[in-house]
């Protein structure tokens, strides 16, 4: 059976020491986290596209620097954003975010806490454990589990698609962050 990766990614209504805390007090321990600033570049027409699609149109420069410690060489990216802007590509988007990813020794993948500029406070996960099942039945697995660890989401919740609303400039929403 083909494999599908859904993604969920959910806005937060509390600050991020809210969940912070709630995610340690579920025994789960804060594994990473860095500040992110990604530029994406496309020369193609977002129009219409999804979530999965943008992402696949563009190419994204990734600046990353993990917290007490820098984890990227930020001057062959920036040669290489003016080799693309040689190229004919544009910038559609500047994001800058801060992550946090929390696990457990159980866990193969991490939840991640992600506070994005112009966006707000989301929780990301997918599970690979997951992924051999149909979408639909992904997606109720993985709140299934993030409130197992003290969010309160409902199956119909829909998830907000960060380059969606950051191109259409109004919050967008779908089942699947990934798709």
Not at 43 to 69: P, S, V, Y
Request: some cysteine; charged content about 30%; glycine content about 6%.
């Amino acid at each position: 059976m083909e494999e599908l990766v859904l993604e969920v990614g959910l806005k937060l209504d509390q600050n991020l020491i809210y969940y912070h805390d709630m995610l340690i007090n579920h025994g789960l321990r804060l594994d990473f986290s860095c500040i992110t600033h990604d530029i994406y570049y496309t020369k193609e027409n977002l129009n219409g596209l999804t979530e999965n699609e943008m992402k696949k149109a563009c190419t994204r420069l990734r600046f990353c620097d993990g917290i007490n410690k820098e984890i990227s060489d930020n001057s062959d990216l920036l040669n290489k954003e003016k080799e693309l802007i040689d190229l004919g590509y544009k910038k559609v988007f500047d994001t800058i975010k801060f992550d946090f990813q929390y696990r457990n020794d159980k866990m193969k993948s991490m939840i991640q806490l992600q506070d994005i500029k112009d966006v707000g406070l989301l929780v990301y996960y997918d599970n690979p454990d997951y992924y051999h099942y149909p979408l639909e039945e992904q997606r109720k697995m993985l709140i299934d589990e993030l409130n197992s660890y003290g969010f309160s989401f409902k199956y119909d919740d829909l998830g907000l698609d960060k380059l969606r609303t950051l191109y259409y400039k109004k919050e967008m929403f779908s089942k699947n962050q990934n798709g």
